[in-house]
Every structure is written in C-alpha cells, then in structure tokens.
C-alpha cells in the first residue's frame, strides 16, 4: 500500500472522538494529532498526540487533511477560513441559509492557499443533499421531501447550549409519520416545517438563569428554532444524565415523482436510522478527508461541496477496483 493519509483533528467533543475512531477503521489513514483549545485531551487511543490548537501551525507539513470539528453557530465561521490558509480540510458546516455565504468566504481563502477545503459534509447537509439532487435530476416532474428524526441534533444542540443562562441542553427533531404517510402515496402534500416537525429542547439552568428569557432566546432564534413549532422543557442535570445520554437520530429523503402520459407515480426513498448521529457523521468527514487529499494531489484549490466530489474519490479503492466490484 502507498504511503498513508495523514490526519488531524481539530477540536475534540463528541464529533472529534468519533473521527478519531473512523480513522482506525480506515486502511489507507493515519491519525497525526488532536487538537484542542483545552490543550492535552484524553483520547480514545492513547498513543494519540493531543495538543493545544496553537500548536496546530508547527504541523503544516506533517498534516495532509485536518478534519475540523467545531460546531456552526460560532466555531467553523471563524475556524474554517483561518485554517485553510494552512491544511486542506473538511468541516460540517450546518447552518443551511448561510451556506452559500460560508462557502464563498472560505473558497477566496482557498483560492489564494491553493488547498482543498470541502465544507458542509455530513449526512445533511451532505449526503442527503446528493440524495435530493439525484432525486430532482432524474424524476424533473415531482417533489422532494426531508424528513428529520427522530433524533437529537448535534447542530442545534449545540446552539442551545450556547444560548446565555443555559448550562447543559440537548435538542430533538421529530418528523410527522402523518405526512410522511401522504408523501408515500404519492400525494404531493403542500407541507409547512411545523406540519412537518417539531423541535423539543431539553435544558439544564445555569443558577440564576430566567427560565422565560432562556424559552425566548431559543424559539426566536434565526435559522435553528424561529420557523419551528418548538417545545422547551427545563429538567434537572440528573435527569439529561438519565434520560438524554444517547445520540441517536436519523431521517428521509423522499421524491415523488411522475412519468409518461399516463402519470405514473415514481417514488424514490433514501433513509438512515442512525445509533450514534456524531459517530457516523464523523464516519463521512473521515471519507470526504480522503477525498480533500486526492483532489490536492491533482492540484485541485478552492472550496468544495459533495456536488462537485464524486464517490469515486471518498472511497479507499482504486477506480479501476470500483469498476470490476462495484458498476
């Protein structure tokens, strides 16, 4: 086998130990070092080097893809553009409306660092984004539907927990099994995001905190919860101990489609049911890092999306491998 892949890790929460163990899964990767702003972190491996984030410029040429594990409300906007000045990298960017933004802010550092940054890779966005692409390109007469859950979604609990007063929170997203019902038979039902979902958030107090202020903060807030019909419960730090210690989540992405004269009902159906949503997010950046090292050794710059990295490139085989196993 040539030489590996060599990765970082940049930030270490639940996203960034579980892109430490999809890298040890990997037969073409290596993991170089973690980094984090609390410096020394214990890894799952502890053979891992963990440094501190400043440490991360004296690795600029041991370091062939650093896989950025930040959340999207205020680490990737700052992180993200800072170091593709230094790695190409991946990220899972996650704020949809502000992607196109984000995208443009990040590709005009890559352009003039002449790295491959790909942004916005997860399951959504990522591949369910393809999935909604695929499905519109091939069935034009129809609609897409995405469905969410049920499942807690590190995105927005992220955002939750950054909301002032909150010390601890999660956030659920729970899809309605009645309109996923009609998608299904074909009725092309003219869905809101509240009749399509709602959002419950599960939040621990910080000691003075105002429960009414926090419950305000998180159901105005732009992009995550204003547009959703959206439940706040306050509990205990026993009870998100207890009851809220998975990470589970999942979802669907549903086109109802018609063909020919005879309008023929064409459903295609794409769904993940997922036991640990940030171990298998963590699983798709570890992918797109093979292929954000491969479109650099072509020479390749600027920021990507999954619409301009085809599949070929996130997997460890060959094409020529993929063509005899695979096509």
Request: glycine share 8%; with cysteine.
């Amino acid at each position: 086998m040539s030489e590996k892949i060599k990765v970082g890790i940049l930030g270490y929460g639940n996203l960034g130990r579980g892109a430490e163990l999809a890298i040890s899964q990997q037969p073409d990767m290596e993991l170089v070092a973690v980094f984090s702003r609390r410096g020394s972190v214990e890894t799952v491996d502890k053979n891992v080097k963990s440094l501190h984030i400043d440490d991360a410029t004296d690795y600029v040429d041991k370091i062939d893809v650093m896989i950025l594990c930040g959340g999207s409300a205020t680490d990737l906007p700052e992180q993200t553009p800072a170091f593709a000045r230094l790695f190409n990298t991946v990220d899972s960017y996650d704020t949809h409306a502000l992607i196109p933004e984000y995208f443009e802010s990040v590709n005009e550092v890559s352009k003039e660092s002449g790295h491959v940054n790909i942004i916005s890779v997860g399951w959504d966005p990522g591949l369910f984004s393809i999935n909604r692409v695929m499905a519109e390109a091939v069935l034009q007469e129809g609609n897409t539907y995405t469905f969410w859950g049920k499942g807690l979604s590190q995105g927005h609990s992220d955002a939750v927990r950054r909301v002032e007063g909150v010390k601890a929170g999660v956030q659920y997203t729970l899809p309605s099994n009645e309109a996923m019902d009609e998608v299904r038979q074909g009725n092309n039902p003219e869905l809101t995001k509240t009749s399509s979902h709602k959002r419950e958030c599960y939040v621990v107090l910080e000691a003075d905190a105002d429960p009414k202020v926090v419950e305000k903060a998180i159901k105005t807030m732009p992009n995550y919860f204003d547009e959703y019909d959206t439940t706040v419960h306050f509990i205990t730090e026993e009870e998100l101990q207890r009851d809220h210690n998975k990470m589970p989540h999942g979802g669907f992405v549903i086109h109802s489609g018609k063909t020919g004269t005879d309008k023929n009902d064409q459903i295609i159906e794409y769904s993940l049911k997922l036991e640990s949503n940030p171990e298998f997010t963590a699983s798709v950046l570890v992918a797109y890092a093979r292929a954000a090292y491969r479109l650099s050794k072509e020479g390749q710059s600027g920021a990507k999306t999954v619409y301009e990295v085809g599949p070929g490139y996130i997997h460890p085989k060959s094409p020529a491998e993929l063509r005899k196993e695979y096509l």
